[in-house]
């Protein structure tokens, strides 16, 4: 293993594991408030362009004009 990778797995350790993804963070969202608006999303990060993708995949329900809600899955 070289160095830079075995530095870059230390640091992830000690940060306390990798990131979740923007599609897990999305998702925990709307299940922690029910129902985002896309400003909410876009707030943390998430591009709008992930909010179709992620209608399409079956992870978010598009609700009303920029009211998204989460289905029972779980995001991959």
Same mark, same amino acid.
């Given at each position: ?16 594991g990798p990131r979740p993804s923007l599609r897990a963070r999305a998702v925990a969202l709307a299940q922690e408030r029910g129902v985002v %608006?896309? *400003? +909410? ?9 992930? !909010?179709? %993708?992620? *209608? +399409? ?9 920029? !009211?998204? %809600?989460?289905? +029972?899955?779980?995001?991959?």
């Amino acid at each position: 293993m070289r160095k830079r990778d075995r530095d870059r797995a230390e640091a992830l350790r000690l940060a306390g594991g990798p990131r979740p993804s923007l599609r897990a963070r999305a998702v925990a969202l709307a299940q922690e408030r029910g129902v985002v %608006r896309t *400003c +909410d999303l876009t707030d943390i990060g998430i591009p709008r362009c992930y !909010l179709t %993708r992620m *209608c +399409d995949e079956g992870l978010l329900i598009k609700v009303g004009y920029g !009211l998204y %809600r989460a289905t +029972d899955q779980k995001a991959a």
